[in-house]
């Protein structure tokens, strides 16, 4: 199953720990799709979306649409995780373009990417 970057997929999170979302929900898939094809397993890197609003960097807001999203919703890049490709319940279409700039954002501060002088 190939998934590109910034599209929203449904994704079963269960078994989880302690604040770890879980569940059935949606998630945006972060990682690179050539280089998930290339992986020994099949792992993709998703950012889980939630209805609660948060405030940051770390949560940009999504807007219902295209996507396949039905609320304003938020990002949640400090959960940022990887899954096997088998939990994927469903697959949805790409959020905006800026929206999925909003999230590389928040990667790359959450993950320490930033290059400062």
Not at 36 to 62: M, S, W
Not at 87 to 99: A, G
């Amino acid at each position: 199953m190939r998934v590109d970057r910034g599209t929203l997929v449904l994704v079963t999170l269960d078994p989880t720990l302690g604040h770890e979302q879980r569940g059935v929900r949606p998630c945006i898939a972060v990682s690179d799709p050539a280089v998930n094809a290339d992986q020994r397993f099949p792992l993709i890197a998703v950012v889980p979306v939630t209805g609660t609003p948060g405030e940051g960097a770390l949560y940009p807001a999504l807007s219902p649409g295209k996507s396949g999203l039905t609320k304003k919703s938020y990002a949640l890049v400090d959960h940022l995780r990887s899954v096997d490709k088998r939990r994927i319940r469903r697959v949805f279409d790409r959020v905006s373009h800026d929206e999925l700039a909003a999230v590389d954002q928040g990667l790359e501060l959450f993950l320490g990417l930033s290059v400062e002088p």
